[in-house]
């Protein structure tokens, strides 16, 4: 909902637009966008591990394989952001953390996974 005000008030009183092409404007761009968002949705986890509720596996090993991080796009990194689609599994891992620490995490995850192969 948050996103909604923000957008409508950019629309609106950055740009002068008048309330009902803020609304339009509005629906436009989020209707653009939802290309993108769905895009990752599906291309980051199809085709992986869907686990039994009663016989999956541990925490850790479901997050890191059941979600997979897309290389590097400069559509998607300016739709989302870098965190949400390279580091997608660490989002997985840390779901509330933010962009910079994802990152991080990404790294770190790097460096184990590498080490351990």
Known sequence: MIGYIMHFCFFHYVTGLSV??????NIT?????AIPYIHVNIFEHIGLPMYDVKKRPKRLYQMASSALSLPRNPLLDFSFGHS????????HFISASCGNFTTIMMN??????????
């Open 108 to 117: 770190l995850w790097s460096k184990h996974h590498q080490s351990q192969s």
């Open 29 to 33: 761009v989020r209707t653009v966008f």
């Open 20 to 25: 009902v092409g803020a609304i339009f404007c």
């Open 84 to 91: 949400v689609i390279s580091c997608h599994v660490e989002h």
